[in-house]
């Protein structure tokens, strides 16, 4: 009977072994998930109520833009010194940032040859116009808010 019960034992104490698992290492598993990442796509792209109710992804995200393209646009044509200052100007690139919380940074873009243009001037008229706009909802990446940048093409004479 003894040795039953010490054959018992060693099996119990012994099977111990079967119970371990290999822990992984938490910073490999990290990496291996960070690899998975695509960081140059988010997951839904910004948005503004009107943009909401679309389903699909491609329309909502052409939706977004050319709600912020026209609501700009609206907001610089509304009297905008651009037509007096440079008449020659139809269209302005407008690098557009988008930050977590939900505020908006505009900066006007100029190719490299454009010494013409006041750039201060330019970019003073923009933050002046470009205010109060409708609240965008930031992009989302894995669930979470992130900073999105991109140009924007704003058509200022309309013909």
């Known amino acids: 009977m003894k040795k039953s019960c010490v054959a018992i034992m060693l099996l119990f104490f ?6 371990e698992k290999q ?3 938490e910073k490999e598993l990290l990496e291996q998930e960070l690899k998975k990442v695509d960081w140059d796509k988010v997951d839904e792209y ?18 977004f ?11 610089l044509n509304v009297d905008t010194p651009f037509s007096k200052l440079y008449p020659e100007i139809d269209t302005i690139q407008v690098k557009v940032t988008i930050l977590p919380d939900s505020s908006l ?3 006007p873009q100029f190719p490299s040859d454009s ?40 058509i200022l004479k309309v013909e």
């Open 115 to 154: 010494v013409a243009y006041d750039t201060v001037k330019v970019d003073s008229i923009l933050h002046a116009r470009l205010i109060n706009l409708p609240k965008v909802n930031p992009a989302i990446k894995r669930g979470i808010p992130v900073k999105t940048q991109f140009v924007l093409p704003v």
């Open 65 to 75: 833009f050319e709600y912020l393209a026209s609501t700009i646009q609206q907001k």
């Open 46 to 63: 910004p948005t503004v109520a009107d943009c909401d109710s679309l389903t699909d992804i491609n329309r909502r995200k052409q939706c």
């Open 105 to 107: 940074l505009f900066e």
């Open 23 to 25: 822990v992984p290492n």
């Open 14 to 19: 012994g099977s111990c072994q079967y119970f």
